[in-house]
């Protein structure tokens, strides 16, 4: 019975790996239907080989500093089969589906911030980036909450008798992947033409709505591997988690949809709205409150994105900050709301330690962000050349556009 539970949570973590690896290509296909056409190649390779370069990071370093453990033993203790003079990995490989699993969080951080940065960054200063943040910054903070390292969760419980509580993410995976993103976003500063000299803002549509779409699509129906299987066994599985991602889901969609007058950009963001605020609480909050959270999300990212554009003239392509960012922090806030006792949650959560918990990792997303860029800023340089920007990144940077047959017929 041992070896077919363990064996059963293998499989268990396994497909939720793969589910959140799969979520990647919807963070290629959301960017790929929103820039402009001449940058939609370098879109579908900037996730897969942030995606490569997070694993390598991540596997040889940024684990360790999250957990304090590293794979540099052979394969039978690696495996279970064999024990360690250290850390004692568990049976079936249990240990390295749980790292794979992790690690499709991890590199959700720099897929984040590639839908903010988009049509200007250059292609190696951004790949840099990433390694630097998962092998390091993202990996630090995963510690804090979910590694119970660094001291910060002693610290939450002496100083509010309640840890912080981040289920799958609100604030560990998107706040910090919103928040540094603005850091770049503002350090690469505007797409060339975006605002005229007056300030006001030139209008950029989509370029393709159904890939938008569909990487909205993927992305929603992977969520429910990114938030169920965050329980990492089949002994702490529970349908609630599910129900709440939906009703959240949904809420964000028809907050958005009211919010965004039918826009479908902002209809198919708003599903993602509600789905970041809930993963913080999704384990213990009510179905209602979930719904109530997913309202917020939507209306909050479509105040957020229209703020950033037009207001504040911060040129986040995808709206990443008020998606991730600001939606992500709404909801580790949440879960101190909606997740009490007192409306219907489970409990085990409370106000305060949630709202230091959420600033706190706001904080250190900022600081990080404007750290990584603007000290590649400084030292290489993350942007685009007006000539290659004019031209677009796919040419520019890999040859060929999203459309070859079409440019030879020009």
């Not at 396994?14 to 990647?24: C, I, P, Q, S, T």
């Not at 092998?135 to 903070?141: D, K, V, W």
């Not at 959240?248 to 970041?276: E, K």
């Not at 986040?316 to 409306?343: K, N, R, S, T, Y």
Request: hydrophobic content about 55%.
């Amino acid at each position: 019975m041992d070896a077919f539970k363990s064996g059963a949570d293998v499989l268990f973590v396994l497909m939720g790996a793969v589910m959140v690896l799969a979520m990647h290509s919807g963070f290629a296909f959301l960017e790929v239907g929103t820039v402009r056409r001449k940058s939609q190649v370098n879109a579908l390779i900037k996730i897969l080989v942030d995606f490569s370069t997070s694993t390598v990071a991540y596997f040889f370093i940024g684990y360790t500093v999250a957990y304090g453990v590293d794979f540099l033993v052979n394969a039978q203790v690696l495996s279970g089969a064999a024990p360690a003079d250290g850390y004692n990995f568990a049976a079936s490989g249990y240990d390295l589906v749980k790292f794979f699993f992790l690690l499709t969080f991890a590199a959700a951080v720099p897929a984040i911030i590639s839908g903010g940065i988009a049509e200007r960054a250059g292609f190696w200063p951004q790949l840099t980036a990433t390694a630097i943040l998962v092998a390091i910054f993202y990996p630090t903070f995963e510690g804090m909450v979910w590694g119970s390292r660094f001291g910060f969760q002693e610290f939450m419980e002496s100083t509010f008798g309640f840890a912080f509580h981040d289920f799958a993410g609100s604030i560990v995976v998107h706040a910090i992947g919103g928040w540094i993103a603005l850091g770049a976003v503002v350090m690469l500063g505007a797409r060339q033409g975006r605002y005229r000299r007056d300030g006001s803002m030139v209008g950029i549509p989509p370029s393709n709505i159904p890939f938008l779409a569909l990487g909205s699509w993927v992305l929603s129906v992977g969520w429910f591997g990114f938030n169920v299987m965050s329980a990492q066994s089949l002994e702490g599985v529970t349908g609630l988690v599910a129900i709440n991602s939906l009703m959240a889901m949904v809420g964000g969609v028809l907050a958005s949809l009211v919010a965004g007058r039918n826009d479908p950009g902002f209809v198919h963001n708003g599903a993602l709205a509600g789905l970041v605020a809930v993963c913080a609480g999704s384990d213990v909050m009510h179905p209602i409150g979930a719904l109530a959270t997913g309202i917020v999300a939507g209306a909050l990212f479509v105040w957020g994105f229209n703020q950033c554009q037009k207001t504040w003239r911060i040129d986040d392509v995808l709206g990443v900050w008020p998606l991730h960012g600001m939606c992500g922090l709404w909801g580790g806030i949440a879960c101190g709301i909606f997740g009490l006792e007192a409306v219907g949650g489970m409990g085990g959560v409370a106000f305060l330690p949630q709202l230091v918990g959420s600033l706190a990792g706001v904080v250190f997303a900022t600081v990080t962000g404007f750290l990584v860029y603007g000290g590649l800023k400084l030292t290489v340089g993350i942007r685009l050349t007006e000539e290659q920007e004019f031209a677009g990144a796919d040419l520019s940077l890999h040859k060929i556009s999203a459309y070859p047959e079409e440019d030879m017929a020009r």
